[in-house]
């Protein structure tokens, strides 16, 4: 299919592969950003989503609070691409969700860093 990245919508993903399905997106299309906050020092951290449909995103941030109950999160654009946000507390919520007990495939070097919050 032609541009489908630009066109991707809903999925019908079962609910029970839904953390899974997530997984992977971050894994493949996503960022986990630790950083220093400029005024406290405190250390940061964004999970984020990106995609060149809105539409898709949409539908993954809608399912993020159907499933797993997280309601913060924003979508913006940039250089017609969207990201789908999440700051440090959902982020590691959602890492919870995503990593549980006993799960053995993930991108290793963006499961070392979520492990480091949610140890």
Same mark, same amino acid.
Request: charged share 25%; with cysteine.
């Given at each position: ?34 950083? =220093? ?10 999970? =984020? ?65 979520? =492990?480091?919050?949610?140890?």
């Amino acid at each position: 299919m032609p541009a489908k990245s630009k066109i991707l919508s809903s999925l019908n993903i079962p609910a029970i592969y839904f953390q899974d399905f997530l997984r992977g997106c971050i894994d493949g299309d996503g960022t986990i950003h630790v950083f =220093k906050h400029p005024e406290s020092q405190f250390k940061q951290l964004s999970l =984020k989503l990106i995609s060149a449909s809105r539409s898709f995103l949409e539908w993954v941030y809608q399912n993020i609070k159907n499933h797993f109950h997280i309601e913060g999160g924003w979508i913006e654009e940039r250089n017609r691409a969207f990201t789908l946000n999440y700051g440090k507390s959902d982020s590691i919520k959602l890492f919870r969700f995503m990593y549980y007990n006993k799960v053995n495939s993930y991108l290793n070097r963006k499961y070392l860093i979520a =492990k480091s919050f949610i140890d």
